[in-house]
């Protein structure tokens, strides 16, 4: 109705008229300013913006070259000689270029699906090195006793 006003329904008195939130949504994890449960805020929302309702991806810690969506499809759907090759599929999209740009922002996030932003390489080896670091120092206390 919203889209084509010819669809609208006369209104009349004693009508009662029930607007509801909009129930679909994603889940937003991994390197992101917001790992969560977001609701659609548009009839469509692209992968561009899915990120922009995460609250962006966190610079310290996400890899903009890697950025997944996680969609699950039904079996009927594999079927089909159109359908998806899998019930489950990831897209990859690589935010450092203008094709991966252009790319999320034309993909459209379809309801319960993941958006997953990667973490970066450097991150996960300074928790390594962290985590060796600690485990010397600890080491060392031990010995010292």
Avoid: C
Avoid at 51 to 78: H, N
């Amino acid at each position: 109705m919203l889209g084509n006003p010819v669809h609208d329904p006369a209104i009349r008195g004693g009508d009662r008229v029930l607007i509801e939130a909009d129930p679909r949504s994603f889940k937003a994890l991994g390197a992101s300013q917001r790992e969560d449960i977001i609701g659609f805020d548009e009839q469509d929302v692209s992968a561009l913006r899915a990120i922009s309702l995460m609250g962006g991806i966190a610079d310290t810690r996400a890899d903009p070259r890697g950025i997944l969506i996680l969609r699950r499809y039904d079996e009927r759907e594999t079927l089909r000689p159109d359908g998806p090759p899998n019930t489950r599929v990831v897209f990859s999209f690589d935010l450092t270029t203008a094709d991966g740009l252009f790319s999320a922002d034309e993909f459209q996030i379809q309801p319960d699906d993941i958006v997953l932003a990667t973490q970066a390489p450097a991150v996960t080896t300074q928790r390594v090195l962290t985590l060796f670091g600690a485990f010397l120092g600890f080491g060392r206390a031990v010995g010292s006793l």
